[in-house]
């Protein structure tokens, strides 16, 4: 979603699209009508955090923020976790 194997976006995401798709991901994986967090705890359900094993660690921050919070809003400080993790990842592939 954030980049496409070969570099050309084949969606248009725009934050309406993106949240629906981050919704049915969700939705269709999680499973629990009371959403993916326990409302007692505010931690993630156990199959959220199943979901979280099969993306990639720059990623992970984004989706369990929207699992919480409903928002596809990328925060500045999200985006800058994102970028560190990236860069780690490339660096340690090299």
Do not use: C, W
């Amino acid at each position: 979603m954030f980049e496409p194997v070969d570099g050309v976006s084949h969606f248009d995401f725009r934050t309406s699209y993106l949240s629906v798709f981050l919704s049915y991901l969700v939705l269709y994986n999680v499973r629990d009508e009371d959403g993916a967090i326990d409302s007692d705890t505010m931690d993630l359900l156990p199959a959220a955090k199943v979901l979280l094993e099969g993306v990639k660690a720059e990623n992970l921050a984004y989706l369990d923020a929207f699992m919480r919070t409903g928002s596809t809003r990328m925060t500045p400080e999200l985006r800058e976790e994102r970028k560190r993790i990236k860069n780690a990842r490339i660096v340690q592939s090299m």
